[in-house]
């Protein structure tokens, strides 16, 4: 099947993964926080870039290559952590971090993720990103480190702009508990979703293995919460600190919106700065990544690598970026871009 052709655009798998997913797991992957206008936000202001295109400059040679941390990955963008990852479609983190490994870009698995980095890690290649929602335990911290490095992680990645749980409204109505409880409800939204019912029937109810071991003892929680929030704690600068000092490798902060924290971030040894909002999942009168940074543009994905898996399986993933690449192209072939670095002399 040509499926360029039959999903041209992000929006068609968009619209298949939402005729292929059950309500609530959808509700989960797209909903934001309040009445969304964060979210809306995000987009508007992205939309709302110009650049001018560029004329007679005769046949290009693209490079959609970028450089990072001392790696060259041939395109600019990668696999941003999403949290139950394995509710969206089954095996999703083994399933991207190959595609994104085989393209050469990064992949970025959850602390909260429905596989561990031991299962994760033999698809990354000793390239893997692994985010981090901070625990409050030195000891735990210290363990994920650990099995996140020995499992061939190397990157990591501190999610700041989580300190507190947020409330989520739209997922809340559509009958959605953490972890997921199988009321009639939702077992009659399953049931229109024979796909989605038949694969993950296959491969088992998702958990959150990596902090499952952690929280044994812990009792029971309200059921907008997962286990992850008895874990972590809100953390400081201290606990920042501590971390890039236990931390052997590139260390990335994520969830950074204001310009002021940028210096106080690179003096702490940060080598990147993840400008994000959570997709407006945390706050609803959050500013949009374009905004605080207008020449800087967020350089990773998170939501379209789960639509396109939930459309199309493992070819929605591989799809995606050929669309990406030729749609890439094509902008800096009207841009007249050589290279991605040239692409701020074009903004207006
Ligand atoms: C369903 C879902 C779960 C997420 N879980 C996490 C998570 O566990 N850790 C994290 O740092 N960010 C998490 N995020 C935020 C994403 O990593 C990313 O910052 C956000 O989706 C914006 O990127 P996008 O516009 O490409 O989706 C999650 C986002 C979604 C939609």
């Known amino acids: ?7 041209p655009g992000l929006d068609d798998l968009k619209r298949r993964a939402k005729q292929r997913l059950p309500l609530f797991v959808w509700e989960y992957l ?10 809306h936000r995000n987009r508007a202001t ?16 693209f490079d959609t290559s970028v450089t990072l941390f001392g790696q060259t990955h041939p395109l600019p963008f990668g696999v941003a952590p999403v949290g139950m990852s394995g509710l969206i479609w089954p095996d999703a983190e083994r399933q991207l971090a190959r595609v994104a ?3 050469g870009i990064p992949y970025t698995l959850s602390t909260v993720a429905s596989a561990d980095p031991e299962t994760v890690g033999p698809c990354v290649d000793g390239k893997g990103w692994f985010q981090l929602y901070p625990p409050k335990k030195p000891e735990i911290r210290r363990d994920l480190l650990d099995r996140a490095r020995a499992a061939g992680f190397r990157t990591l990645v501190m999610t700041v702009d989580v300190p507190v749980a947020s ?16 009321t009639p409800r939702l077992l009659a939204q399953i049931a229109m979703r024979p796909a989605w019912a038949m694969a993950t029937l296959a491969h088992g109810r998702p958990r959150m293995p990596t902090i499952a ?7 029971g929680l309200p059921p907008t919460e997962h286990i992850g929030y008895l874990l972590r704690t809100s953390p400081d600068w201290d606990y920042l600190r501590w971390l890039r000092d236990a931390w052997d490798g590139p260390f ?7 310009p002021n924290d940028a210096p106080k971030l690179e003096q702490a040894g940060v080598d990147g700065i993840w400008i994000s909002n959570h997709a407006g999942r945390q706050f609803d009168a959050a500013p949009g990544p374009a905004e605080v940074l207008p020449a800087m543009r967020a350089a990773t994905m998170g939501r379209a690598w789960h639509y396109a898996l939930a459309a199309l399986g493992l070819d929605g993933p591989r ?5 990406f690449q030729k749609d890439l192209q094509a902008n800096m072939g009207q841009l007249g871009l050589e290279t991605l670095r040239q692409a701020a002399g074009r903004l207006r």
Do not use: C, N, W
């Open 46 to 61: 992205l939309d709302a870039i110009t650049m001018m295109p560029s004329i007679l400059h005769g046949e290009i040679e």
């Open 213 to 219: 071991r952690y929280a044994q003892d812990k009792p």
């Open 30 to 39: 797209d909903s934001a926080t309040g009445q969304e206008a964060t979210k």
């Open 319 to 323: 799809h995606l970026i050929e669309m």
């Open 101 to 103: 490994t085989a393209t």
């Open 167 to 182: 409330r989520r409204e739209r997922q809340t109505r559509s009958g959605l508990t953490q972890p997921p409880r199988m």
């Open 1 to 7: 099947m040509d499926l360029h052709a039959k999903y």
């Open 252 to 258: 990335v902060v994520k969830g950074a919106m204001d």
